[in-house]
């Protein structure tokens, strides 16, 4: 039962991460839930898909179709959230301001929700299908022990949900007029470690065969994975920062690449606006 | 210099996916690896050829790897390692951890 929950809880936590940020990103959105659910659900259908699957797509591309099927669901992630984050500086200043104003029901911002559920969705689909895979395998084998899996799954199941929690009502302990700013940073990033992810599932498959070699090893200090507390606290950085413990070349400059371009794409799309000049604000 | 490495990079871009690395073959059984202890060289890409002959699929998970590759029942997987520098690297079999366990070691 507790190697069940600990394999759920593994898979579970970098979802629920991912959710509880996109909640607090949407913080005040209209219908959030329901576009968030919908995420969630097609996810959890897609997981299924590619779990009956799995065979199929690990045979394409001379058998890097799982390699390949990875970095191109977490590109199509990282090209979301980029989204997401250059809408918002187009529209986020106006969507704080009014939060203020009044209060929590701002009905803008429902068009990059669609961005964000598609994130939630591929986060939940590379998760859940390795554990569709796992608890099929408990099930296909049968015997006594597919009740404690079961058990220990759910339970799984409950400390992700609880750690999403976690993440949001952490966040919304955050000031309302620095929440979105706050969200943007951790989206960016969020963004920037999916990017390197993406760019090891390449080398994994075949491709992309340069700058391989680690640049540094942290792991004496804090593993990216594994067992114990600090194994868990690295796998929760991996998933929302991108701490990796040996990154290769290719990969920091995959993250750095994608922290410069979406700030500029930022910093482009708020320029025609009428920014008030640079000067400091006055003290109040 | 930049260029030069630049340039090796479009032609090994253009190269891979090509398995030239040197090959070893693991066997996935009862949820047991054979050999639990694959020696490779130091340096150099690798490759691992794992066959799973159980019913059920397992997931190749290294953390000092950098690998997860999900394996179905009956069916075989190519894993790509990197250069490695001397050292061991334990793997497992995510779904069964008690008893998949196996560790690469690079000399």
């Known amino acids: 039962m507790l190697a069940a929950l600990i394999i759920v809880f593994r898979e579970v936590i970098e979802a629920g991460l991912i959710v509880g940020i996109v909640l607090a990103a949407t913080q005040g959105v209209a219908r959030r839930s329901l576009w968030v659910s919908a995420g969630i659900g097609a996810g959890v259908l897609g997981a299924c898909v590619v779990a009956g699957f799995a065979g199929e797509i690990s045979a394409l591309f001379e058998g890097s179709g799982q390699e390949l099927f990875n970095a191109t669901i977490l590109i199509l992630a990282v090209g979301m959230l980029t989204w997401h984050n250059v809408w918002m500086a187009g529209h986020g200043r106006q969507m704080a301001r009014e939060m203020r104003t009044l209060g929590a029901q701002v009905t803008a911002g429902q068009r990059t929700l669609t961005a964000l559920a598609i994130v939630v969705g591929v986060a939940v689909l590379r998760e859940g299908s390795e554990v569709v895979l796992f608890l099929y395998g408990v099930a296909a084998q049968g015997g006594l022990t597919a009740g404690a899996v079961l058990t220990g799954g759910l339970l799984g199941l409950a400390a992700g949900a609880a750690v999403s929690a976690a993440m949001y009502f952490g966040l919304l302990t955050i000031p309302a007029h620095r929440l979105f700013s706050v969200t943007g940073w951790l989206i960016t990033l969020l963004a920037a470690g999916m990017a390197s992810q993406a760019v090891l599932s390449f080398q994994n498959g075949g491709y992309l065969q340069f700058w391989m070699m680690p640049l540094w090893d942290t792991s004496w200090l804090l593993p990216e994975g594994g067992e114990g507390v600090l194994g868990i606290v690295g796998r929760m950085l991996h998933t929302l920062i991108g701490y990796s413990d040996q990154p290769n070349g290719l990969q920091l400059a995959a993250y750095l690449g994608t922290i410069v371009a979406i700030n500029a794409l930022m910093r482009i799309v708020n320029r025609p606006m009428p920014v008030p000049a640079a000067a400091p604000a006055p003290a109040e | ?107």
């Open chain 2, 1 to 107: 210099m930049l260029k030069n490495s630049l340039f090796a990079a479009a032609l090994l871009v253009i190269a891979s996916p090509a398995l030239a690395s040197p090959t070893y073959q693991l066997t996935l059984k009862n949820h047991r690896f054979t050999p639990a202890q694959i020696h490779v060289k130091a340096g150099i890409p690798n490759v691992i050829v794992m066959t799973n002959n159980d019913d059920t699929a397992e997931e190749f998970d290294s953390t000092s790897l950098k690998v997860e590759k999900v394996v179905p029942g009956h069916s075989s997987g190519s894993i790509r390692l990197r250069p490695l520098s001397p050292g061991r690297y334990p793997f497992m079999g995510e779904y069964h951890a008690q008893t998949a366990q196996g560790v690469v070691i690079a000399e």
